[in-house]
């Protein structure tokens, strides 16, 4: 019987070992990819802070955050995990789930659009050329139709659906950065002609004003790399966050977000991002760059100088290196023999 015990422990720790190794491997993979990138762009001095809303003109330059969550929930970082930024573009991704989440994937296809528009994301010739069709949730007039379509009789209602869809993608309660919110708020003409050209086309589903101070709002959400992190795993764990476990929204809907990303979340040079690193992912002009690795992990980087097209300079260089050192592109395949 003693025998027995020992051979079958001695069984257990052969097939359990080289388990625990993987795994350990694995762990330390994730943390030795952040640390390279964040030794090699940390003093890199490119890009500049987004000035056309005054705000983000004044926020620290050098802020440098990176953070990997795990679908199982594991917290991998490094940098600036205590500084906050403005959401801005990235919580485009988020209403965009809720909304598919409560209308489906075709009423967001037939009521915005989801298409690329190949134009300035807050461009009024797309909306022109279209007729209000045609137009992308993930750049401005798209973002404030979602904005008008998403559940809420009312603008508080409305707001409270899209801060709570925020808070249980990040698995916390956000706050508004005030500051920002006020100050794109008073300044924020060029959104609020989109919108109104929209509800000239009938492709705006709410108040145009309000819709607009609601998007504005949305915008200003104030997020750390890690809270960024989190809600990209949750994205990457078909809607479940996996700090929390709560079910935010269902895996086809992260599938249809995803897709979108994929085309149209970094701007003019999506193309450009998807072709060198091949993950969804979306960049906002607060500094903040998130990437989804499906079933695997969500990446975020918080760096505020921007290059010409608007995304963040040092988080594209970070994330293109982390992915490519942990060799997680779709796209790439070990053929079979
Ligand atoms: N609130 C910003 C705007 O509407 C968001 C822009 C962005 O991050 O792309 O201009």
Known sequence: MKTNLRFIILIILMLVNPLFKAIAQKELSYQAAIDHAYDKYKNLQEGKNADYIKELANVDPNIFGIAI??????????????QRVSIQSISKVFTLARLIEEQGPRAVAEKIGVDATGLRFNSIVAVELQKGKEINPLVNPGAIAAVSLVKGNDSV????????THNAFAGTKLLLNKPVYISEAGDNLRNQAIAHLLLAYGRMYFDPVQSTDIYTKQCAINVNAKELAVMASTLANGGVNPVTKEKVVSPETCAFTMGIMSTAGLYDDSGQWLYAVGLPAKSGVGGGL????????????????????????????????????????????????
């Open 157 to 164: 209602a409305k707001w409270k659906n899209i801060l709570d």
């Open 69 to 82: 969550v795990t679908t199982d929930g594991k917290v991998y970082s490094k940098g600036d995990l205590g």
């Open 290 to 337: 998130i990437a989804v690795c499906p079933g695997k992990f969500g990446i975020a980087v918080i760096s505020p100088p921007l290059n010409a097209a608007g995304n963040s300079v040092k988080a594209q260089k970070a994330i293109f290196d982390i992915a490519k050192e942990l060799g997680v592109n779709p796209f790439i395949v070990t053929p079979k023999k």
